[in-house]
């Protein structure tokens, strides 16, 4: 073989291997040049997903999860994995349930997110085995101050940790094996941990440790001097020492997954109030929530992301959760939002701050329902009202991650007044205006109109990427926007260069068609079917 072809030949190969380890690339989240992103097959995705209801994640059931999840145009699935599946008798394990999962997600071209229900599930030890269930002086119960046993595993319990620990770890090295293919992109380790009603273990040893310093690492990356839980915390004391100990834990669990399979780890958090801890109102203690996210940053490194579990539909809450859980460029994920319609605006304002993951819970055919927290039946109306975003999202899943990595961003939802929102965005104000007619302005007398069919309605949003200095990519449903100059010359005004109405080609932008005229008279309209335009403004003078 000549020299030229010996090289050729070379190159093919190295071409090759790199093709094949960019196929089988582990998922992770990696830093962007403006944001984090989620790196599947090596490329950005955003987790358009679902989550099903907390029992749905068995052979005989799935047929009625993945419809679900095909009717809103999801592109993942969060499915819940109990120890209690896998681990029935201790030591002998059982994976025929992961499988399924596996094999159904691939038929259907669904990613997976596993959802590891262990010591912990909305605080409770209700999926763990029961050989760990009635053992409580093997795996022992957090205690009140009388004494008494509380409901709540005990994060301290040496052995709770070790066999927890390796029940995960048996999950992550069966999934080594039987998904090459990496249809799993992320797994949460436990669901909503910590405790309701008992602020922190009281059993001897714990009460030992309350009463002890703070570990020296948490004062040093906290920035303060090391002292008692009590003197640094004062009357979050309890809460931050908890939150320590919890945190501790999931890290070890998470660790011993991570040895067999580093796949992103994920936390997620059962909330209290989203703008103030002062009235002890913090979901439960030891848990995720905003305020003690410092302590589990340090606690619980091994973890990817941390997100709010969102049931509230006060806009102005929402907003300040996605703020608190993306502050200083941390990942934003929402593993969970209510599935009534109207959680499905906040979509709007979760991408706009680029989120890689948000899931309405409980969205399967099984016929459960948990309102009030989410939708009282599951019709047609409440999964379109998902669909809409997800379908515009998803449209441009081959450029909408990367961009989301690299611009600025602005995402916002209508609040519960229907009042406009604005912000600024380099030389330029945007604002979202909701319950409008496209046609015409709020101050014209001089033609009678009926007040528009949305004006009460929870419904509306925008996401918004600035491109350049004075482009933008705007995607929205049920919404104005109007883009005018933020602090304008003398005698400067505003004018539309061009406005395109198109869509991403393997990653490349295709216009549709050019907006002009009336549709753009009066600001930029968008209606029931969301749309991509890419806005180019100018000024003259």
């Known amino acids: 073989m000549g020299r030229f072809w010996a ?25 962007g040049p403006a944001r984090p992103m989620l790196l599947v097959d090596g490329k950005p995705f955003a987790a358009l997903a679902v989550q099903a209801n907390n029992s749905s994640g068995y052979p005989a059931v799935l047929g ?74 093997r795996f022992p119960r957090m205690r009140a101050p009388d004494g008494r046993a509380h409901g709540s595993l005990s994060p301290h319990g040496a052995e709770t940790l070790k066999a927890d620990s390796r029940a995960f770890a048996a999950l992550m090295r069966h999934l080594k094996v039987a998904d090459a293919q990496h249809t799993v992109i992320m797994v949460q380790v436990e669901n909503e941990a910590g405790s309701w009603g008992l602020a922190r273990d009281h059993a001897p040893a714990a009460d030992a440790l ?25 009357p979050r004391a309890e809460q931050f020492f908890m939150s320590w100990h919890v945190a501790r834990y999931i890290d070890t669990v998470a660790r011993a997954g991570q040895a067999e399979l580093a796949l992103p780890m994920i936390a997620n958090a059962a909330l209290g109030n989203a703008f103030t801890d002062e009235g002890g109102d913090i979901g439960p203690s030891g848990g995720p929530n905003w305020n003690v996210l410092p302590v589990w940053r340090v606690a ?10 969102i049931y509230t539909r006060d806009a102005a809450a929402v907003e300040r959760y996605l703020e608190r859980y993306s502050a200083a460029g941390a990942p934003l994920i929402v593993p969970e939002i209510g599935n009534a319609a109207e959680y499905a605006r906040f979509a709007w304002a979760a ?24 939708a009282k039946v599951l019709d047609k109306n409440t999964l379109d009202a998902f669909a809409a975003p997800y379908r ?17 961003l602005w995402g916002t939802a209508r609040g519960m007044d229907g009042a406009d929102q604005s912000t600024v965005m380099g030389r330029w104000r945007l604002t979202a205006a909701y ?68 869509t991403f080609v393997e990653g490349q932008w ?32």
């Open 210 to 234: 309350f009463k002890g310093l703070i570990p020296q690492e948490l004062a040093r990356a906290l920035g303060i001097p090391r002292a008692s839980w009590q003197a640094s915390f004062g």
């Open 435 to 502: 319950g409008r007619w496209a046609f015409g302005e709020d101050d014209w007398t001089w033609i009678a109109r009926d007040p528009h069919p949305l004006a009460d309605k929870l419904t509306g949003g925008l996401v918004v990427a600035q491109l350049d200095a004075d482009t933008f990519l705007v995607g929205g449903q049920n919404v104005r926007l109007r883009l005018t100059l933020a602090a304008p010359a003398k005698g400067e005004s505003a004018q539309v260069i061009e406005a395109q109405e198109g």
């Open 392 to 408: 515009l999202m998803g449209s441009a899943m081959s450029a909408w991650p990367q961009i989301a990595s690299e611009r600025p």
């Open 64 to 137: 009625q999860v993945w419809p679900t999840a095909k009717a809103v145009g999801a592109n993942t699935v969060m499915l819940p994995v109990g120890w209690e599946q896998i681990e029935p008798v201790e030591g002998r394990f059982d994976f025929g349930d992961v499988d399924a999962m596996l094999a159904g997600a691939r038929a259907q071209g669904l990613r997976l997110v596993l959802l590891w229900y262990g010591t912990w599930k909305n605080t409770g030890a209700s999926y763990t085995p029961a050989w760990v269930k009635q053992d409580g002086k």
């Open 300 to 309: 619980a490194p091994s973890l990817a992301a941390i997100g709010p579990d």
């Open 510 to 541: 295709v216009m549709r068609r050019r907006w002009n005229g009336d549709q753009i008279d009066y600001g930029f309209s968008f209606g029931a079917e969301p749309v991509w335009l890419k806005i180019e403004m100018g000024s003259y003078r």
């Open 351 to 374: 991408f706009g701050r680029g989120a890689l993951l948000y899931s309405p819970f409980g969205l399967d055919d099984t016929g459960f329902v948990n309102y009030p927290l989410g």
């Open 7 to 31: 090289a050729l030949l070379g190159v093919l190969l190295l071409v090759t291997a790199v093709a094949a380890r960019a196929e089988t690339a582990l998922p992770r989240i990696a830093s």
